[in-house]
């Protein structure tokens, strides 16, 4: 690195007329500005063509596809709402726990523990975020699954059966694949990804406000309920959605643990299906130009909008803060 | 800093000490668990990868090719298969990622229109759900060729690899000092020398931080190769043909009813997540040494 600019001078030495020079300068500036290029119109594919894809299926049911409860390969008969309905449900599931957890950790992590062993578990807690989703759908298979099957669905049944409402919510065979088993495998792993993320916002803060407050006699709570969490909330909600945004397009943990059933209703252990889902196990059997293969695109263009609102939603809050 | 004030108004740290340090300890005893909670699941996931898949892994595992149930097959075909198609998507993602990145470093502005809307794309790029990319790659180089291709599986990878060294790069060229860009241009260098041969060669570690992280979340991808490359029960070296590739043989093999492809998804699993590990932990070391 120091080298370098003691060796520029030879280099640039030979004559080279300016022409010649900015000749290259701008050829350079056209070989990286086309690579951008080619990186936005990667996107640009892909958002045109899920929706020219899907075009059929959005013609055949019209816009109602997006909010039809049917999903009949037999009749040829297509609707969003079922995978739809599995995904929302099953996202913010998964949110709704990996919230307090990742929360929780960023706060034991920057506030409380001592430095070797935040060192330690900040490592494992990335380490987790760099485990591959089909890793999670596996461990979430061989381990959730049984247990919710064995012990929480049995034990929900056995205490809220006869509770009016919350039957509704946990009715169904304790198969220990569903919505409740999706959304925990989620929450494990965004968590770690939230976590990274509100970690990296909280040290953010001025270290004076924090110093201020412990001057004042705040304890570490106070501190970071009083002080920290109002200065960085914005940040946090933006962490919260990116990981709604991954939870949401999530295929490989979730097919694995949500059951596969094409359905609606209120059990949250009943098996049901996402978008991702659904479109990893009936791509690989649905012709082309077949309906059934342009009903699958068409829900990967509506999860492609979902997802592209989540992350402008977090880009906003970000810019917000700025 | 107006929400500061605002709750600081209402708020005297002197009073009720007890209950305050009761919260205090509560709130420590919570953000622990949530800490053990994570600790725990890791250590959950290791354990079972390590106890189910290290029986499977033999070296037959390792040499042989996949095969049918009971026959004794193993896994080589799909490794191979895997390292062909994450190297090759690599190959494509690196140089475009590297001169995108150095675009919006070097020339994106905040007045460049082009560059904030690339900036932008990239980000939706990095969060968009894979199998989306799996998809349009199907469609742009499956159906067209009417059979499924390891180039395309290379490809959906290199959709997914493009965004972070993007981002990587472009980070780590913005924290190179504008006293070395102005040094190289006082000593006469052109703008693409002191860009490729300062700036780049300064940033060289965390340029290549962000290709290993890119490499590591690349490798375990499972869905855009669903639809691209989709597996091979044979040997294929053939860029043009289906190739095996270990994620979509755990995929394939996990569900299974047979007990020899269980166990090989296991070790398949635990083959992948310890390369992924691996790449993560050699980052963090070497970042921390840099």
New interface residues.
Partial sequence: MTLAPARQPDKVSVPETREKRSRADTAFQAIVGGCSLIVLIALGGLVLLMGVGGQEAFRTFGLGFTFRNVWNPVANDYGAWAPLFGTIVSTLIGVLIAMPLAFGTAFWLTAIAPPKVAAVVGTAVQLLAAVPSIIFGMWGFFTIVPFMARHVQPFMMHNFRHVPGINLLIHGAPFGTGLMTAGIVLAMMIAPFMTAVMRDVFSAMPGMLRESAYGLGATRWDVMWKVVVPWSRTGMIGATVLGMGRALGETMAVTFVIGNVTSVGWSLFAPRSTVASLIALQFPESPAGSLRLSSLLALGFILMLLSFASLSLARMLRKDRK | MS??TT??SG?A??ANGAR??R??K???L??????G???L??T??LW??LS?GVTGLSAAALMKPMGPPGSGGGLANAIIGSLIQTFLALLIAT??????G???S??GNRQNR??S??R??????M???????G??V???LV?PFGHFSAFAGSVALA?LA??II?RTTEDMLRLVPIA?RE??AA???????V?L??CL??AKTGVLTGILLAL??V?????PL??TSLGNQNWSFSLNRPMASL?VT??QY??ASYEDWVQL??AG?LL??MG??AI??AV?LSARRG
Avoid: H, K
């Fill in positions: 929400d500061m709750s600081s708020w740290p002197n305050r340090r919260t205090d509560l709130a420590t919570l953000g622990m668990i949530a800490a909670i994570l600790v699941v890791l959950s996931i079972t990868l189910r140089p475009l990622g590297l001169g995108c150095i675009y919006l070097e020339y082009f560059a809307c690339v932008f794309v990239s980000d939706v790029l969060s968009v759900p894979s199998i989306l990319v998809l349009f199907y469609q742009i159906a959709i493009v965004p993007v070395m040094a190289g000593l006469g260098a052109t703008r693409w020398r860009t041969f300062l060669r300064s590591a979340r490798s375990g991808e499972t869905a669903l639809f994620p755990i995929y996990a569900g998804a296991w699993a992948v997540t992924v590990l993560n932990i963090r």
